[in-house]
């Protein structure tokens, strides 16, 4: 199971797919399509749930560039030379080469995925509380126009599955974090019968609209929510899987 963001329907030569964790092997709290190797569930049935979810896109592992994730800011052009690899310590990937699929995986950190029709040229990025305060996602935007000539408002960027600001209590400390890293004004903190939420899509707008991004789209789809379809780290307590989201160009 996979969905798509409408914002891309119509794009010639773009692939996309936003995955589940539905149609998998993995089982227990990795039930069933977990994507990732980093979680404690058996590398068989990562491999096979790697194969299950990249076939019906016409890929396979061979092809496609991931990160290693750590939760900064760090951004990577990548080209043909890093097909099947997986970047180190990186938490936002560009290209503008074409076959070259990128892939990254996500249980609550909020998916930043960007296109630039003119330029043709695609992006991932992962922003959870950290990438918000270190700025993965203007990190991105700022590798597109200054490693592969695009323009900010010529780019397309779209918000994943996350956790919504419905589920995501912090403790204050957090907060003021996310709100600094914000511009002022951005309405990204709110407090509720004596707790404090954050709205971690709304911090990531934000920070794309400073950065002269014009074109946002939001999944609306809160991943603590949406158990049923998503991993969340936060509503399963730390031990769950890690759902993918893949982006290229044929």
């Known amino acids: 199971m996979r969905y798509r963001f409408a914002g891309l329907d119509g794009a010639a030569g773009l692939l996309h797919a936003v995955l589940t964790r539905i149609g998998g092997v993995s089982r227990g709290p990795y039930a069933t399509l977990n994507l990732s190797q980093a979680v404690g569930d058996e590398p068989a049935a990562v491999e096979e749930n790697h194969r299950r979810a990249l076939e019906p896109l016409g890929l396979d592992r ?54 630039d029709p003119l ?8 922003a959870g509380w950290r990438g918000v305060v270190a700025g993965v996602a203007g990190a991105a935007i700022e590798l597109m126009t200054a ?51 954050a709205d971690l899509p709304a911090a990531v707008e934000a920070q794309l609209r400073s950065v002269g991004v014009e074109q946002i789209e939001r999944a609306g789809l809160c ?24 982006i290229g160009m044929e």
């Open 62 to 115: 061979a092809q496609v560039v991931s990160p290693w994730q750590v939760h900064g800011a760090s951004a990577e052009v990548v080209g043909w030379e890093h097909r099947g690899t997986v970047r180190p310590e990186t938490d936002a990937l560009v290209t503008a080469t074409p076959g070259l699929p990128l892939m990254m995986r996500f249980a609550d950190c909020t998916p930043v995925v960007l296109f």
């Open 147 to 197: 490693g592969l000539a695009c323009e900010a408002r010529d780019i397309w960027a779209g918000i994943g599955p996350t956790i919504g600001p419905c589920c995501y209590e912090v403790g204050m400390d957090v907060a003021e974090e996310i709100a600094s890293a914000c511009p002022p004004g951005s309405a990204v903190v709110q407090a509720l019968d004596g707790r404090v939420y």
């Open 119 to 126: 330029r043709r040229a695609v992006g991932l990025a992962h």
């Open 223 to 246: 991943t603590a929510c949406h158990v049923d379809e998503f991993f969340s780290h936060r509503a399963e307590n730390g031990r769950t899987g890690r759902f993918g989201i893949v």
